[in-house]
């Protein structure tokens, strides 16, 4: 499973293509993983999620064993195969981000990479520098001493 991690600003061109930088494309280590990226509207934080195959595959299995009806699981289907797409890294390390889904998220041509551990996060650099980052950097700031503290135990799920 590859560790991305590390903040990437890139430009997004007129085509809608992203560049991926080689230290993210370097911790795909599967070959099955390699030359292509599931990516996924990530509406409850704004942003979009770029998935190994393998990782999209687990996060969807993970998502759809914790829905408790048949209703449910069958609006998450419906949520993840309109709003996730397919896509190929070219021979210059870009990806073409599809229209529909920067729309959704109001990804404008300038934008951040955000390595996640197993995924990666695409933001619209603005929203990120003026929101999201802040918001994570107070959740850290708060809650540091908790989540440094050796004794300190995840339940099961909570990462």
Request: with cysteine.
């Amino acid at each position: 499973m590859p560790n991305f991690d590390g903040e990437y600003p890139h430009k997004i061109d007129s085509k809608g293509r992203l560049f991926v930088p080689s230290r993210i494309l370097e911790e795909i280590l599967e070959p099955a993983d390699q030359g292509h990226f599931r990516v996924m509207v990530n509406k409850a934080e704004g942003c979009l999620d770029l998935h190994t195959e393998s990782g999209y595959e687990a996060f969807r299995k993970s998502a759809l064993s914790k829905e408790r009806t048949a209703r449910g699981a069958r609006l998450l289907r419906r949520y993840l195969g309109a709003n996730t797409r397919k896509i190929k890294i070219d021979a210059q390390n870009r990806i073409l981000l599809p229209e529909d889904l920067r729309a959704r998220i109001c990804l404008g041509k300038e934008a951040i990479l955000v390595g996640c551990g197993s995924y990666i996060e695409i933001w619209d650099a603005k929203i990120y520098q003026e929101t999201a980052f802040p918001d994570a950097d107070t959740y850290y700031g708060a809650e540091a001493a908790e989540l440094r503290n050796p004794d300190y135990v995840p339940e099961e799920g909570e990462l």
